[in-house]
């Protein structure tokens, strides 16, 4: 999404991470692979100072530009002698950004402005500015001031999802989720943002239908659901089903290519033509497969 649509909003990150704790991939979650460095998701931790440093030090009007001036002149004469560096050009891009950051990025990340009616909604307290449904009422703000791709992420590598000892655990972490989730959809409907914002939530893989040990369940990447909300897509339906104990699908499988293949579809890209060059050839999201499930559109 960072590279085919790019940002409307040239104060904030095009694709930005909600993600308090680092999950178990680290940033691979959310970074560039190889697009460049500048597509890799900014990280937003959260707490009283979601985003550190972004206030201007200098209260003197113009210094800090004329700063910026100076080493950006400096940082051109270096590119200009290490061409195709990716990191570097990356990092200038970052000094950029994070100038523009601090016009927008305060205000985006301040949810004191909201009534009690909407964070209720999100299961908020006045003051709070953690938790699952901070990240749920952040992305919509962040939506709402033109940042084209928002994650979420839920957990880390210790305290998680992945529940081979015990899946009575997956009533705790649903219950963090659950209020969220309803409140960010009713909220992006409420404000007329449903129907061109797509709201995804998946997973890597999901449980096998039989006991792992005692009270866990093992990976099972044979079959799991997904689900989507707005975008265009049709809403009240399910597609697919497994067989009657889960462990296979039945009917109307959706290979992740398909998945990836219907999301860019929704938001207006046709999976088969927006490619990158890298390694000499030219690369999809969806690699030589992919078909778009017409039965989830509206």
């Known amino acids: 999404m960072s ?14 991470a909600l993600a308090p704790q680092m999950p178990y991939a ?5 970074n560039n692979d190889f697009l460049p460095a500048w597509h890799q998701g900014v990280r937003v931790i959260g707490g009283a100072e979601p985003v550190p440093n972004v206030s201007r030090r200098s209260t003197q009007p113009g210094l800090q530009e004329l700063e910026l001036g100076l ?3 400096l940082n051109s004469r270096h590119l200009a002698a290490h061409a195709g560096n990716q990191e570097l050009s990356a990092r200038i891009r970052s000094f950029e950004t994070a100038f523009h950051m601090q016009t927008d990025a ?67 972490h649903a219950e963090v989720i659950d209020q969220p989730l309803a409140g960010l959809i009713r909220d992006l409907k409420s404000r007329g943002m449903l129907h061109d914002t797509l709201v995804v ?3 890597e893989f999901g449980r096998t239908p039989g006991v792992d040990g005692d009270k866990g369940r093992g990976h099972h990447s ?20 497994t067989d009657e104990i889960g462990a296979t699908v039945a009917e109307k499988g959706v290979h992740v290519h398909d998945f990836h293949a219907t999301i860019l579809h ?7 033509r927006l490619t990158y060059r890298h390694g000499g050839r030219d690369y999809r999201l969806t690699d030589v497969h992919g078909r778009v499930i017409h ?4």
Not at 26 to 30: P, V, Y
């Open 3 to 16: 590279y085919g649509l790019g940002t409307s909003n040239q104060n904030l990150p095009s694709f930005i």
């Open 26 to 30: 680290g940033t691979q979650i959310f």
């Open 71 to 73: 080493a950006d002149v």
């Open 106 to 172: 305060p205000e985006a990340f301040d949810v004191s402005s909201e009534d009690d009616r909407t964070l209720a909604l999100y299961g908020l307290r006045r003051g709070q500015h953690d938790g699952f449904g901070w990240q749920c009422l952040v992305a919509r703000r962040l939506a709402e001031r033109g940042v084209r791709f928002i994650e979420l992420v839920d957990g880390s590598s210790s305290n998680n999802w992945d529940q081979h000892g015990n899946m009575a655990e997956h009533a705790k």
């Open 201 to 203: 939530w998946t997973t």
């Open 222 to 241: 044979a079959c799991f659901s997904s689900w989507l909300a707005g975008g265009g897509t049709r809403g009240g339906t399910s597609y697919g089903e």
């Open 266 to 272: 929704l938001l207006g890209i046709d999976h088969e």
């Open 295 to 298: 039965d989830l559109l509206s």
